[in-house]
């Protein structure tokens, strides 16, 4: 059964930057795309960002294009979110997910697999 591990949440202000790490274990060749979500209290789970491992092509949504980046490391099987320029509006629980299919997505609904959460306070 996979597993995936997440750290690197923490508090910062507004402008300032955090990397999220992610590592998955357990898996073989089940999972071919990781995505990152975050949730607030009250609201459904938003995709931030995803990568198809295979091919490396990642996806993001609008609202943290130019700001975020996710990227892999292959030879620890981990996944990260570099957040710059971080606002109080990103202010959430962090998931890490993973799926298997051809393709990467931020849907969700997708994702078999996720991780416990970490916690990003952004002050303003």
């Known amino acids: 059964q996979g597993q995936l591990v997440e750290s690197g949440g923490g508090s910062v202000q507004a402008g300032g930057s955090l990397r999220l790490s992610c590592v998955a274990s357990?898996?073989?060749?089940?999972?071919?795309?990781m995505g990152w979500f975050r949730q607030v209290p009250g609201k459904e789970r938003e995709g931030v960002a995803a990568i198809y491992l295979l091919s490396d092509k990642k996806y993001y949504a609008d609202s943290v294009k130019d700001r975020f980046t996710i990227s892999q490391d292959k030879a620890t099987y981990t996944v990260y979110l570099q957040m710059n320029n971080l606002a109080p509006e990103d202010t959430a629980m962090y998931y890490c997910?993973?799926?298997?299919?051809?393709?990467?997505?931020?849907?969700?609904?997708?994702?078999?697999?996720w991780g416990q959460g970490t916690q990003v306070t952004v002050s303003s």
């Open positions: 357990g898996f073989g060749y089940t999972h071919h795309a």
């Open positions: 997910a993973a799926k298997g299919g051809w393709h990467g997505s931020l849907d969700a609904n997708e994702y078999r697999f």
